[in-house]
């Protein structure tokens, strides 16, 4: 079963990335201010007329539509690896473009950004190795088509990057992140960039040369703040959605008794820790917060003392929701732990997707609405299991979800789910 969160300063250069065995430095680039604001306007519009647009699907009550789910593959991967070999769509925009990673037939990492129209564009950080699980992985897309992400060199150290809409990349290291892979230690080290906001902020996590986990938010000029909450032995910004146009981030942490925390942190620093309330009689014994969108209302899911999952949203004054899905398993006998609800992404208007397990353990996908309708679903060519089935990542402002499911050979392979009218 694989949960969200389950899986790290030289002068900032230009560099074109490539599809063959090596990136080839071309030249440096600096995004032109008229063109960074021109970019800007233009995502403020397109977040506009997104919402004119399901303001009049509301007022129009349009004709019905079904719901649907495109299958995709990035590329050809091997089963060598299997689950963790294959395509993952890790985060979608608001344009409908979708951005992931895909393990070529020897295990190499390789990002992708499949275009509304299904076409897939593979693509090379510069520096990334080429070896046995090395390679580069896209994780987050912002609305003007820049990509932040992660790759591994030849000497297994990560490092972040954001590939511009024109193919240029700009990679970064955290200053403090460690430079040296060790195989006694549990984590390669280096820098990994999970998340990029419309001003071109990103964030993620960095290991230090103590095999320290740690979080951070970088700027586009490549100033880099680092940061824990209060008693944190290890920090994870959480993917794709989680970190907004105000520069807040959501997350996870585990404390000194490795019991795991969601936390939010503020543009000005301020840290606070996340723990929803347990269903009667029982406790929380895990939170993980998940996402967050324009309006700080953060998504995210805790584990009860019954070992059970439990969706929740918080918003910005503390208040909390809890939900589960109406097909999710209540942890009764004979399989009992590890059923429940997760919930992985919410979009500005609320919608949150993310994974159930039923009573037999199997993993489904769901989109819960503002009004707490549940649609399910699955990919036809899901395995039943809870290490396999579907496996939502994020939801745009559409409602349209991202993600990948695992099929009975144990491949992983993409999807892009449409919700119905009138479903959403």
């Keep these: 079963m694989k949960l969200e969160g389950d899986s790290g300063t030289p002068p900032v250069t230009g560099i074109k990335g490539t599809n063959s065995t090596a990136g080839k430095v071309s030249r440096t ?21 997104a919402f004119v647009a399901l303001t009049s699907l509301s007022s129009a ?25 294959g395509t993952i769509a890790y985060d979608n925009n608001d344009l409908g473009e979708i951005v992931g990673s895909y393990t070529d037939t020897n295990i190499v990492l390789h990002g992708f950004l499949r275009l509304p129209n299904g076409q897939i564009i593979l693509f090379d950080a510069p520096g990334a190795g080429h070896g046995l699980n090395q390679g580069t992985a896209a994780v987050a897309i912002n609305n003007l088509g820049e990509i932040a992400g992660q790759f591994q060199d030849p000497n297994n150290v990560f490092h972040g990057f954001v590939r511009y809409p024109n193919g ?50 970088r700027s586009p000029a490549n100033k ?12 994870f910004v959480c993917e794709e959605t989680c970190l907004n146009l105000d520069g807040t981030v959501a997350g996870f ?13 503020y543009a000005n620093g301020t840290i606070t820790s996340i723990d929803p309330p347990a269903p009667a009689g029982l406790t929380t014994i895990g939170t993980l917060a998940a996402s967050i ?22 918003r910005p004054d503390g208040s909390f929701t809890t939900f589960d899905d109406p097909e999710a398993g209540k942890g009764t006998p004979p399989q009992g732990s590890f059923e429940g609800t997760a919930a992985f992404s919410i979009n500005p208007w ?5 994974q159930y397990f039923d009573a037999s353990n199997n993993a489904h996908g769901f989109e819960r609405f503002p009004d707490g309708q ?13 290490l396999a089935g579907t496996r939502p990542s994020t939801n745009n402002a559409e409602g349209e979800v991202a993600g990948w499911y695992i099929d009975a050979g144990g491949l992983n392979h993409g999807f892009l789910w449409i919700p119905g009218i009138p479903d959403r």
């Design 29 to 49: 680039y600096e995004l032109p201010r008229k063109e960074t604001a021109m970019k800007m306007l233009s995502g403020i519009t397109t977040t506009a007329l």
């Design 61 to 85: 009550q349009p004709a019905a539509r079904e719901a649907r789910l495109v299958e995709f593959d990035a590329g050809v991967s091997s089963p060598k690896c299997a689950p963790y070999c």
């Design 168 to 217: 240029f990349f700009t990679t970064f290291d955290e200053p403090d992140a460690g430079t040296q892979a060790n195989p006694s230690q549990s984590f390669f080290p280096g820098t990994m960039a999970f998340n990029i906001n419309l001003r071109g902020t990103t964030a993620g996590i960095y290991i230090d040369a103590s095999n320290v986990q740690h979080g951070f938010v």
């Design 224 to 235: 880099f703040i680092s940061f824990d909450p209060v008693g944190s032995v290890f920090t």
């Design 253 to 265: 942490y585990f404390d000194s008794s490795f019991v795991p925390h969601g936390f939010v942190r």
């Design 293 to 314: 969108n324009p309006q700080g209302v953060i998504a995210g899911y805790s584990l009860d003392s019954k070992l059970v999952f439990h969706g929740f949203v918080r």
């Design 350 to 354: 609320g919608s949150i997707t993310g």
């Design 374 to 386: 549940f649609a399910n679903f699955d990919a036809p060519g899901a395995a039943p299991g809870s």
